[in-house]
């Protein structure tokens, strides 16, 4: 398992980082002004501490020894080789998913024009139970009643 220290470009643990004269752990920065020649996006170790009368520790202790941002031409060429076949790559599976969604979209349009046309054809069915079941009930006039609603009389 490699480590901070293997890895140029990682960043410590808190617990690892040194600890200055004054007991706090230090803060990592990054080295912006030109000078000293070479130093200029390097990283270092500094004491977080400044006294009330802002007068800042003086600890500090480089860990590169040289920027971070400087690589060759040929390693950056190979980065950006490696990040076209990348790219590449995610492209095409962006086009197969895409494909694959409007699959599944078609498949879902499909169910659903099942599921309108199982519907209707339920809802005709209700309807069709429903309008047989009235239709004997309203033909019939066996109940007693004449025409107006009165009851008939009915003699032996």
Same mark, same amino acid.
């Given at each position: &398992?490699?480590? /901070?220290?293997?890895?140029?470009? =990682?960043?410590?643990? /808190?617990?690892?980082?040194? @600890? $200055?004269? $004054?007991?706090?752990?230090? /803060?990592?920065?990054? /080295?912006?002004?030109?000078?000293?020649?070479? @130093?200029?996006? $390097?990283?270092?170790? @500094?004491?977080?501490?400044?006294?009330?009368? *802002?007068?800042? $520790?003086? *600890? &500090?202790?480089?860990?590169?020894?040289?920027?971070?941002?400087?690589?060759?031409?040929?390693?950056?060429?190979?980065?950006?080789?490696?990040?076209?076949?990348?790219?590449?790559?995610?492209?095409?599976?962006?086009?197969?998913?895409? =494909?694959?969604?409007?699959?599944?979209?078609?498949?879902?349009?499909?169910?659903?024009?099942? *599921?309108?046309?199982?519907?209707?054809? *339920?809802?005709?069915?209700?309807?069709?139970?429903?309008?047989?079941?009235?239709?004997?009930?309203?033909?019939?006039?066996?109940?007693?009643?004449?025409? @107006?609603?009165?009851?008939?009389?009915?003699?032996?």
């Amino acid at each position: &398992m490699s480590t /901070w220290r293997d890895d140029p470009n =990682a960043i410590p643990p /808190w617990n690892e980082r040194p @600890k $200055c004269h $004054c007991g706090f752990r230090t /803060w990592l920065q990054v /080295w912006t002004d030109p000078l000293p020649q070479g @130093k200029k996006g $390097c990283r270092f170790f @500094k004491c977080p501490d400044i006294d009330d009368d *802002f007068k800042a $520790c003086t *600890f &500090m202790r480089w860990i590169d020894t040289r920027p971070l941002g400087r690589v060759s031409f040929k390693e950056e060429q190979e980065r950006r080789v490696r990040q076209q076949i990348r790219l590449k790559g995610k492209e095409d599976e962006l086009k197969r998913r895409r =494909a694959e969604l409007g699959q599944r979209e078609a498949a879902l349009k499909i169910q659903e024009e099942q *599921f309108q046309a199982r519907e209707a054809q *339920f809802k005709r069915e209700a309807d069709e139970q429903k309008n047989r079941y009235k239709e004997p009930a309203q033909s019939s006039t066996t109940d007693g009643r004449n025409k @107006k609603g009165k009851f008939l009389r009915f003699t032996q």
